[in-house]
């Protein structure tokens, strides 16, 4: 059996080759343009008969990643791949997982049914799951979602003095508590209400003085950072420290990080999307699930 091939859908070369270096595979290359008129050309290695293909996309703002990915899934199926996987680093659409008023759709199962129709497996890093369990309640294909946690506590370890972690709101509690627990710190959840997409309120409950203790705020995704501008508002009161904001996924649209540097925030995320703000490397986390579902059941001759 060969050694699983990487292909990097574009922005993507770097992780696609620490994937292929951790997980014993070959990087093969992708060609990707747009014509003139928006389309989409993609060329991939003419040899793919028989070979386990990994398919290497983040879909942070995924709406014109998409059409090119399942392009190339499906290109990677007609040239003979035995098997195509997906290694999404940030897995989008997995916020709308309920039908809050009637005739919305539930974009999460959309999407899930889509991805599951076009590959045989999914990787990726901390989904945001929130009313679902697991990735298996909306994707009907193998998945495997890997954890940042104990990088994240390595990173607070290492680079933080005295801190005191704050999860912005309930939801967050789940990553805040194991953080917390890996990296020997205090912490505490505020309590957060949503009233729009670009506004929410959050209140300092349960914060008491923070004295010489950094506040470091967790979080799996920023995307307009108005959780987090918020929730810096929050804690100033009680603490004299600039806070670091610590999150899984730093997707900072609208300017979300310029905004949060003026804040007074130190930035620090993984890398599952590309950003200045990338501290802590989440690549050794998603290469062992990758090659065990690249290769299901079989020892790879590397
Ligand atoms: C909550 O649902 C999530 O854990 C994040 O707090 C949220 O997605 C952040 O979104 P934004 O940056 O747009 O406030």
Redesign the pocket.
């Known amino acids: 059996m060969s050694a699983p091939l990487f292909l990097a859908l574009p922005g993507n070369q770097s992780m696609a080759e620490r994937l292929a270096a951790l997980a014993g595979g070959d990087v093969g290359a992708l060609e990707s343009r747009d014509f003139p008129d928006g389309e989409t050309y993609l060329c991939l290695p003419a040899d793919l008969a028989g070979r386990s293909v990994v398919l290497v996309s983040t879909l942070a703002h995924p709406n014109g990643k998409f059409l090119p990915l399942v392009f190339a899934a499906d290109a990677a199926r007609e040239l003979g791949a035995s098997r195509i996987g997906l290694v999404a680093p940030y897995l989008c659409y997995m ?1 709308q997982d309920a039908r809050f008023k009637p005739g919305e759709a539930v974009t999460s199962r959309h999407f899930a049914s889509l991805i599951s129709h076009h590959f045989d497996w999914l990787v990726t890093l901390d989904p ?1 799951l ?1 009313r679902y369990k697991s990735l298996d309640e909306i994707y009907s294909i193998p998945t495997r979602a890997a954890h940042a946690a104990p990088a994240l506590a390595k990173w607070i370890r290492d680079h933080v003095q005295d801190p005191f972690l704050i999860g ?2 309930e ?2 509690a789940q ?1 805040v508590s194991g953080v917390a627990r890996a990296a020997g710190a205090d912490y505490c959840v505020l309590k ?1 209400q ?1 009233l729009g ?2 506004d ?1 309120r959050v209140a300092p409950e349960g914060l008491k003085p923070l004295g010489a203790r950094t506040p470091v705020l967790v ?12 929730a810096i508002k929050a804690i100033a009161p009680f603490s004299h420290r600039p806070p670091v904001v610590l999150a899984v996924h730093g ?1 900072f ?1 609208d300017g ?1 990080d310029t905004a949060l540097e003026r804040a007074g925030a130190q930035l620090v995320t993984t890398n599952t999307v590309v950003h200045p703000s990338n501290r802590i490397d989440i690549a050794e986390f998603l290469a062992p699930p990758a090659r065990e579902l690249a290769n299901p059941g079989k020892e790879l001759t590397t």
Request: net charge neutral.
């Open positions: 916020r945001h929130h912005p709101d939801e967050s990553w957060k949503r997409d670009r929410v979080d799996d995704i920023i995307s307009s950072g108005k959780t987090a501008q918020q997707v649209s979300a």
